[in-house]
């Protein structure tokens, strides 16, 4: 392949055919920052400090001087390097008007949401803001879009950005030079070569699966049956809910947070996994916020859409998407916190053994050796029905302090991108000992949707009261554990 461009995997071109006015395919965090050396005489930020700082790095983020281009014929995406590239584009400057408090904040991060990223550029922005807590604190809106990261590879770039040292100094940044954008028939030829090369490797592994024909036939079948598991997950509708109609463009923005310690009791006393707490906490929110609306809960099928890292250790610090999809029933029906986490548990041990994580690296592996087109309809397809109701991932991160040019990181809140007819997505993302949540919605369909941050704090009070009378029972107090 010619070394001028960067071919998108199938599953990373997926999130590009998605994407219209209304279903922005950009993922985000709003991170908040004491202020330290970065606030300026005035009780602004220094924005110069910060570009420079974010251009010092890029040499390690290639992709974030690349834009969008296609394949003649097949019309397949690739990166190019953007001979126009503007940081001063990319990173962007703006003030909270007084009191700059959390609301403002909120607000502002809903705008940016609410705006869809330019395709003739380099797919993100950060937004610098300003006179958060009258200057004491600034915030970082992050935006990227899902073909370029997910959750883990976001990850890895926060810790490109920041560091565990307060006192990181500013290098220069290392001088780059654009490559020149191949032509159509550069590109073309390049990719027609990479499938002559990718069919001669096969012929050359035959005699090594000669070897073992009955193993290549039980293989052939499971991934076939993997596929097949897959793709029948997603035509099965769950319930219509307010919550599951057309979207809009406008975005609205809350956040939570809890000490990740308490978390980690519960799980402790109760059972389960962190993950299997923060579902159950979800359903227990939903039960409160549809029993509102006057649904019948035993009538109701509400399914969440679960990602799953398939991210290996070697494959850490790579830009892309590595991820399967896990669609478990919440149980909103149920009314005891504890019956609710032993739910969500029982259903989370019966995904992770199945072959939908299976499935789904057949499929994208079928689909970049042939064309993406086959994971962009299963995934379409999907999308114009309604396999679960909303989003929640979550995504642990570092432990430990970071900072930004000595500024530190006091919260991280993530962001999800809402696919058609979904219009509430839950993101989490541990870090420093505080389990942030993130919460978008579509404006129109969930304008309270504070009222259902409440109830998300209501429901995991609801199962920590159920721990604390258990370790009461056993007589018992349970200490911090060392991971989820």
Not at 154 to 164: E, F, N, R
Not at 281 to 288: H, I
Not at 318 to 329: D, F, K
Request: proline share 7%; aromatic share 6%.
């Amino acid at each position: 392949m010619p070394e001028s461009y960067t071919r998108l995997s199938a599953q990373d071109a997926t999130f590009l055919d998605l994407e219209s006015t209304s279903h922005h395919q950009h993922i985000a965090a709003t991170l908040v920052f004491e202020s330290g050396p970065l606030r300026t005489r005035e009780g602004g930020v220094d924005i110069q400090r910060i570009r420079d700082y974010v251009e010092s790095r890029l040499h390690l983020l290639p992709r974030y001087r690349q834009r969008l281009a296609r394949i003649p014929v097949e019309n397949h995406p690739v990166w190019v390097d953007d001979p126009h590239f503007n940081l001063g584009y990319h990173v962007r400057h703006t003030a909270l008007p007084l009191p700059g408090d959390a609301s403002q904040l909120k607000e502002i991060s809903g705008r940016v949401l609410s705006q869809q990223l330019d395709r003739e550029r380099p797919l993100w922005e950060i937004w610098v803001v300003e006179g958060l807590d009258g200057g004491e604190r600034f915030a970082l809106v992050q935006k990227v879009h899902h073909c370029m990261i997910d959750g883990v590879s976001g990850v890895d770039l926060m810790a490109i950005l920041m560091s565990p040292d307060a006192e990181v100094l500013c290098p220069p940044a290392p001088p780059w030079k654009p490559r020149p954008i191949p032509s159509g028939i550069e590109m073309l030829t390049g990719d027609l070569a990479r499938r002559f090369s990718e069919a001669a490797e096969a012929v050359r592994s035959a005699p090594e699966v000669l070897r073992d024909p009955l193993g290549l036939v039980g293989r052939i079948r499971e991934g076939a049956q993997a596929v097949s598991e897959t793709l029948g997950a997603g035509l099965h509708n769950a319930s219509e809910t307010p919550i599951n109609q057309p979207l809009g463009p406008h975005r609205k923005f809350e956040w939570h947070q809890m000490d990740l310690a308490r978390v980690k009791r519960v799980k402790q006393s109760l059972g389960g996994t962190v993950n299997d707490v923060v579902l159950a906490t979800v359903a227990g929110a939903l039960r409160r916020f549809l029993t509102l609306r006057r649904l019948d809960l035993n009538r109701l099928e509400i399914r969440a859409n679960v990602p799953v890292s398939l991210r290996s250790t070697d494959e850490r610090g790579t830009l892309g998407n590595r991820i399967a999809l896990l669609m478990p029933e919440l149980p909103v029906d149920e009314a005891d916190p504890v019956t609710r986490l032993d739910r969500v548990h029982a259903t989370m041990a019966e995904l992770k053994h199945s072959r939908l994580a299976m499935g789904a690296e057949v499929l994208a592996a079928v689909s970049d050796w042939t064309s993406a087109t086959l994971l962009s309809l299963a995934v379409r397809g999907a999308a114009r029905g309604r396999p679960y109701n909303l989003v929640v991932t979550n995504v642990p991160g570092p432990q430990l302090p970071l900072y930004l040019l000595g500024a530190r990181v006091e919260a991280c809140y993530p962001v999800v991108n809402l696919l058609p007819n979904q219009g509430l997505g839950v993101a989490l993302f541990s870090y420093a000992g505080t389990l942030f949540w993130g919460f978008t919605a579509d404006l129109d369909q969930l304008p309270d949707l504070g009222s259902f941050v409440d109830a998300i704090d209501q429901a995991f009070l609801e199962l920590e009261e159920a721990a604390e009378a258990e370790e009461k029972r056993t007589g018992q107090v349970l200490a911090e554990p060392e991971s989820a």
